[in-house]
């Protein structure tokens, strides 16, 4: 055990003269003989000397140009092994191409059914102290009017949290935006918590406005744009209470495209609806609306490359049993 504190040069004699005699053999008979491989030497720059005229705009963009080209993925990005990632196609790319036309539409109806389920999800764990309180009443009442109630102040206030907080979560855009990274997700469902809790204090503050006798304070909506700002700021909300609601509303344009009798279907169901509620009701049919059209428009976009896959395949009298089927069912009228 020489090894352990051995140093300089004779440390590495020393440990291998510690070694049995035919340990000794076989790592000089198996030892790799010949120069040891070495890693290609990097680029050498042409200095440029001061009185060098500058080179033409031309010039430099061909140089450029002429520079080999290596993708992200690879770990020296200053051409060495450039020949080997010429013909790289990154994973993705491959997995879309082996992809047919309904592999491509299942994905868009499941990257959607995925984020409606998130959603779902991210409400249960904002309101984890909420269900915690339901739990353990179901588990362990402490008094009698929870045994005799069956936990209904409990199960309100966890029904509510959880409804509001999926409210939220699509008022904010949670399922319009597609293809995000961990770090937009946790920053929406922090925004969808913190607002949900401002709206709670606010609904405190009346009450106890109510109960004192003093005129209730006013605020403006939880979902505006100064308050969701102010809440991706970490600000308060009651900074500006009494603030009028701007005649122009985000979201007027969806609204309109809504067929006449789904919009007083809406309407109706808004006014049954608590004033302070109404707003973010609208605006989560409007975040759903959204995602509802963004997914059609990416139906139609894949129709769209579908058939142009067809006419493709027709024009090259490769045309497939499904491709004729089509056709003549009426699917490529202008074919």
Request: include cysteine; hydrophobic fraction near 30%.
């Amino acid at each position: 055990m020489g090894w352990l504190w051995g140093s300089g040069s004779n440390s590495n004699s020393s440990a291998s003269n510690g070694l049995d005699p035919s340990l000794q053999d076989f790592l000089k008979n198996e030892a790799p003989t010949g120069p040891k491989p070495s890693l290609p030497s990097r680029p050498v720059e042409q200095p440029k000397t001061p009185t060098q005229p500058a080179q033409p705009t031309q010039q430099t963009q061909s140089a450029a140009s002429e520079k080999p080209h290596v993708p992200p993925q690879s770990q020296f990005q200053d051409g060495r092994y450039a020949h080997l990632w010429k013909d790289y196609v990154p994973q993705n790319q491959l997995e879309n191409s082996a992809k047919t036309e309904q592999d491509k539409l299942k994905d868009i109806v499941d990257s959607y059914n995925d984020r409606k389920a998130e959603i779902g999800r991210i409400a249960l764990e904002n309101c984890a102290i909420e269900y915690m309180e339901q739990f353990n009443c179901f588990l362990a009442p402490k008094t009698y009017w929870q045994v005799a109630t069956l936990c209904n102040a409990e199960s309100k206030k966890f029904n509510r949290c959880y409804d509001m907080q999926a409210k939220f979560l699509k008022a904010l855009g949670y399922l319009t935006i597609e293809d995000r990274n961990p770090e937009v997700s946790e920053k929406i469902q922090m925004h969808a918590d913190k607002l949900y809790h401002q709206m709670l204090d606010q609904e405190a503050q009346i009450e106890q406005a109510k109960a004192e006798g003093r005129e209730p304070p006013k605020w403006e909506s939880v979902l505006s744009k100064q308050n969701v700002s102010r809440a991706m700021a970490g600000k308060s909300l009651s900074a500006t209470p009494a603030a009028e609601k701007s005649p122009v509303e985000d979201g007027d344009t969806l609204w309109k495209l809504i067929t006449p009798e789904s919009r007083a279907r809406y309407e109706k169901m808004l006014a049954d609806l608590p004033p302070a509620e109404q707003d973010i009701e609208r605006r989560a049919l409007l975040g759903e609306m959204q995602a509802n059209i963004g997914q059609a428009r990416q139906v139609q976009d894949a129709f769209v490359e579908e058939r142009i896959s067809r006419m493709k395949r027709r024009e090259a009298g490769q045309s497939t049993i499904g491709d004729t089927i089509k056709r003549l069912w009426g699917w490529d009228r202008n074919a």
